[in-house]
T-cell receptor, first 117, second 113 residues
Framework: GAGVSQSPRYKVAKRGQDVALRCDPI?????LFWYQQALGQGPEFLTYFQNEAQLDKSGLPSDRFFAERPEGSVSTLKIQRTQQEDSAVYLC???????????????FGNGTRLTVT | KQEVTQIPAALSVPEGENLVLNCSFTDSAIYNLQWFRQDPGKGLTSLLL?????REQTSGRLNASLDKSSGRSTLYIAASQPGDSATYLCAGKLMDSSYKLIFGSGTRLLVRP
């Protein structure tokens, strides 16, 4: 498909386990975002990549959260020593960037629902 | 700190009704504002993007307006249909070097047949 793909769709982890969430953006999309969405809330920004460069990680809630995009395409969000408060839907979005640095509308994946027990 | 508020949190209307969803933001230094639709268990779909230099955008039965001075945006849905039932979120990007969007909590819309 031509959309943003995220895997796994659902993840259940025991407290203290490490998890890795994958995002395949739309081919050619320079910009990639990770957002965290709690139940009944709007998404909260986590981090932003432009190609392989992580330009903004101000939204990562703790040093247990780590994101990478080594080749400027697929991105992985890793959460170490998961806690119950990490339970949420993790959304990935990608977009194009024009010559004057404006983003096109974001394309979101369907998210990974993480439940920490 | 930019905060985005959406009112009402939930709305139920009969099919065919015209309706308005509201979004307010605290920081008028907004670069653009987007409206998204989210279906249960799905990601977000971009509906309309309004740049700060624009006052409104239209797509089909949807019309979104932006008033920076009052810190408000509205999404107008004409002749609502059951298929419009979803959560509608607005999100603003500030006039800074960041690319992040700040989202409201959304309005959950139910259009009854």
């Amino acid at each position: 498909g031509a959309g943003v793909s995220q895997s796994p769709r659902y993840k259940v982890a025991k407290r203290g386990q490490d998890v890795a969430l994958r995002c395949d953006p739309i081919s050619g999309h320079v910009s990639l975002f990770w957002y965290q969405q709690a139940l009944g809330q709007g998404p909260e920004f986590l981090t932003y990549f432009q190609n392989e460069a992580q330009l903004d990680k101000s939204g990562l809630p703790s040093d247990r959260f780590f994101a990478e995009r080594p080749e400027g395409s697929v991105s992985t969000l890793k959460i170490q020593r998961t806690q119950q408060e990490d339970s949420a839907v993790y959304l990935c979005a990608s977009s194009l960037l024009n010559l004057v640095g404006q983003l096109s509308p974001l394309h979101f994946g369907n998210g990974t629902r993480l439940t920490v027990t | 700190k930019q905060e985005v508020t959406q009112i009402p949190a939930a709305l139920s209307v009969p099919e065919g009704e015209n309706l308005v969803l509201n979004c307010s933001f605290t920081d008028s230094a907004i670069y653009n504002l987007q409206w998204f639709r989210q279906d249960p268990g799905k990601g977000l779909t971009s509906l309309l993007l309004i740049q700060s230099s624009q006052r409104e955008q239209t797509s089909g039965r949807l019309n979104a307006s932006l008033d920076k001075s009052s810190g408000r945006s509205t999404l107008y849905i004409a002749a609502s249909q059951p298929g419009d039932s979803a959560t509608y979120l607005c999100a603003g990007k500030l006039m800074d070097s960041s690319y992040k969007l700040i989202f409201g909590s959304g309005t959950r819309l139910l259009v009854r047949p």
